[in-house]
């Protein structure tokens, strides 16, 4: 049994530093403007992930209680996500993302977020494609007001006996 989920997360830029991107730190004239550490494509993929199972989208399950959780590592988030996506027998076939970002430009990060995504889901990476494409100067893309980033993916289910088995043999943590 197949499903596929798909997300889109936007945020507001801010003057900055550097943003949490993919689960990395990257150096830009930006920051996030955001309850937790901002990252917009792991927000995209976490709530692909409850989509594909019809379980809400992400603020259901992390909401925003004012005072509560600002800053939380969306890592931690998509982690428990996919812990759950686990519970329902499922496992991920593959993800697609697009971050759709003005400045800073992402090509050089893209294999280290894709390594990072893949080790938070416990997934090869082979299973993470992560592109990035630019606003053309047009919209809040463009303008350098806003950061969106999209997710496409498909999980199949399997017996739990049949994973672990799979796991073994690849010589992954079960
Ligand atoms: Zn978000």
Same mark, same amino acid.
């Not at 416990?122 to 299973?127: A, E, K, L, N, Y």
């Not at 893309?141 to 969106?148: N, P, S």
């Given at each position: 049994m197949q499903r596929i989920g798909q997300s889109r997360d936007t !945020?507001? *830029?801010i003057t900055g530093k550097s943003l949490v991107l993919g689960g990395i730190d990257i150096p830009s004239p930006y920051a996030v403007d955001a309850h937790s550490d901002g990252d917009c494509l792991l927000h995209a993929i976490a709530e692909a992930f409850l989509g594909a *199972?019809? +379980?809400g989208d992400l603020g259901k399950h992390f909401p925003d209680t004012p005072g509560k959780d600002e800053g939380r590592d969306?890592? %931690?988030m998509l982690e428990a996500v996919y812990r759950l996506v686990r519970e329902h027998d499922f496992h991920l076939v593959n993800l697609d993302a697009t971050v759709h970002l003005e400045r800073p430009k992402l /090509?050089? !990060?893209i294999d280290s977020m894709r390594e990072r995504i893949a080790g938070i889901l #416990?997934?090869? @990476?082979?299973?993470v494609s992560v592109k990035a494409t630019r606003g053309e100067k047009v919209g809040p @893309? #463009? %303008?350098?007001? /806003?950061?969106?980033a999209e997710c496409v *993916? *498909? +999980?199949e289910k399997k017996s739990r006996i049949e994973y672990l088995r799979n796991r073994k043999r690849d010589g992954k943590r079960v």
């Open positions: !945020h507001r *830029l *199972l019809a +379980l969306s890592a %931690k /090509a050089s !990060h #416990g997934v090869s @990476i082979d299973r @893309i #463009g %303008k350098e007001e /806003a950061i969106t *993916l *498909l +999980l």
